[in-house]
Nanobody, 120 residues
Framework: QVQLVESGGGLVQAGGSLNLSCTAS????????MGWYRQAPGNQRELVAR???????NYADSVKGRFTISRDNAKNTVSLQMNSLKPEDTALYYCNARGYIYLYGYRELWGQGTLVTVSS
């Protein structure tokens, strides 16, 4: 069984910081991209940030300069450091990974989501 387990969400005041972490476990052969998406009530799920196995990153314009994504390939983990948080960052944040699973081939995986609430 392969799964993504997230941690680190919570309630923070505007201007504060949070760090989200996600670990992929199970019969994983290799992971290409890992990233974070978010979904606020009434909105579609949107990309926040992604990082490739080679370390290339891309960010949503709304979080550039405030959020930093990082990855540990050896541990199959991805983290999202979120600084200068704004109320509009409030959402359910999902970890995402794309890679090769033994016996199943290429798959896209999603975590269960962790809630981030930013109060004004």
């Amino acid at each position: 069984q392969v799964q993504l387990v997230e941690s680190g969400g919570g309630l923070v005041q505007a201007g504060g910081s949070l760090n989200l972490s996600c670990t992929a476990s199970g019969n994983i052969r290799s992971i290409n991209d890992m990233g974070w998406y978010r979904q606020a009530p009434g909105n579609q799920r949107e990309l926040v940030a992604r990082v490739t196995s080679g370390g290339s990153t891309n960010y949503a314009d709304s979080v550039k300069g405030r959020f930093t994504i990082s990855r540990d390939n050896a541990k199959n983990t991805v983290s999202l450091q979120m600084n200068s948080l704004k109320p509009e960052d409030t959402a359910l944040y999902y970890c995402n990974a794309r890679g090769y699973i033994y016996l199943y081939g290429y798959r896209e995986l999603w975590g269960q989501g962790t809630l981030v609430t930013v109060s004004s």
